[in-house]
């Protein structure tokens, strides 16, 4: 027969703290590692101008719906808000050191967190303890907008507004169908007028250009219409000396008149005349400037040859190749060489050293060939010696 064994009562009370302790251990263990708290974190902070009323810490820091952290604490200052953010060291590999965070909440009264947005172009470098981020967008809580609006409706006087609406309702009342009509109008009115949307953006772009050029400018038109007013205000003033100058002006206008008017026909005759003359003169204008200058340019260079400084003149004699005898028909010239006058490569430069090109043209009936070498013409030579001496 087994034999029953007392415990001592104070064996069965410590058996039950212990157990009772070890539960309460595992559940405190449980909710720690639940709340992160047995996890390295990397310290990262975001700022923004608000954070909102249910941004509390320990958010979510998520990127693309992946939690990659959590909200440390919220610290608000002057220029801002500043939230340190505790981040899952192994997700910072993947996160760009350009990434932007919006603070969103999933639903109306929802709790916001944090939410990271990746950049078009992410940058090669991750980010890492210490970095600064800077929110771009935090959304507007609908208790926000109820506080705003009871600041409006606050400052709304009711009594006011309750008149304003009235006379709203008095004034649409019966009128139902005529505002229908009136909107079905304004419908039909836009129908046409949405084809031509692009050209009316693009006339008042145009008109914006036109608009800019004209702003541009505005001082000086100003600064003419000044001068005008003090040009008319100057002719005001000086109104008689203005009358007797024109009367002046019209009796010298008579005199010319008497002078030139019996002459009128010749005048006209020989401006008329002179027509054909002016227009050779312009068409050789070019090459007559470029001969005056020449003239002017070896004028001075002759100046010693005609003993300007030694009071004889200075001449150097030569002999020369004569030419060829004349032929007829042969030599008989042609007028056949047209061309604009030309003073190009220095031509009016006696100094210059440039090489001037030959000006081709249509004048004989064989070109004109200098000659280098001697040759003797026994029929000139016997006419030198025999016959009669030259005139001349």
């Not at 005199?255 to 026909?265: C, F, L, Q, R, Y």
Request: hydrophobic fraction near 40%; charge should be negative.
């Amino acid at each position: 027969m087994a034999q029953t064994i007392e415990r001592p009562s104070w064996a069965k009370k410590l058996a039950a703290t212990f157990m009772v302790a070890s539960l309460v251990a595992v559940c405190a263990l449980a909710a720690l590692q639940f709340l992160g708290s047995f996890q390295s974190t990397v310290p990262v902070t975001l700022t923004a101008d608000r954070a909102g009323l249910v941004m509390n810490p320990d958010a979510k820091v998520r990127l693309r719906g992946v939690v990659v952290g959590r909200v440390g604490n919220i610290s608000e200052s002057t220029d801002g808000v500043t939230l340190k953010l505790d981040m899952n060291p192994d997700q910072l590999k993947y996160i760009p050191a350009n990434v932007r965070a919006d603070i969103k909440s999933n639903t109306v009264f929802g709790a916001k967190s944090v939410n990271l947005e990746m950049p078009e172009n992410p940058s090669q470098a991750r980010l890492s303890g210490g970095s600064t981020i800077e929110t771009e967008d935090v959304v507007v809580e609908l208790n926000t907008i109820y506080g705003r609006l009871v600041d409006v409706l606050a400052e709304v006087q009711p009594e006011k507004l309750n008149a304003t609406i009235g006379a709203i309702d008095t004034a649409l009342s019966g009128r139902g169908e005529q505002i229908g009509q009136g909107f079905a109008d304004l419908s039909d009115l836009l129908r046409k007028t949405n084809p031509h949307l692009d050209a009316l953006s693009r006339d008042i772009e145009a008109g914006a250009e036109f608009t800019n050029v004209y702003a541009d400018v505005m001082p000086d038109l100003l600064k003419v219409v000044d001068n005008f007013t003090f040009t008319g205000n100057t002719l005001v003033d000086n109104a008689s000396d203005l009358d007797a100058l024109l009367m002046n002006v019209t009796g010298m206008a008579d005199t010319i008149n008497g002078v030139i008017a019996p002459s009128k026909a010749n005048i006209i005759s020989t401006l008329a005349n002179l027509n054909p003359t002016a227009r050779l003169l312009g068409y050789q204008s070019p090459g007559l400037a470029c001969f005056i200058e020449s003239t002017a340019a070896a004028g001075q260079k002759a100046l010693p040859v005609f003993g300007i400084e030694t009071g004889y003149v200075a001449l150097n004699a030569g002999l020369l190749p004569g030419k060829e005898p004349y032929r007829y028909p042969e030599d008989l010239p042609r007028v056949n060489v047209d061309g604009p006058p030309t003073c190009q490569d220095g031509l009016s430069d006696p100094d210059s050293a440039v090489h001037t090109d030959f000006y081709v043209g249509d004048n004989a009936a064989y070109p004109y060939q200098p000659r280098t070498t001697a040759k003797a013409d026994p029929t000139k030579l016997f006419q030198v010696m025999f016959g009669p001496a030259p005139r001349g």
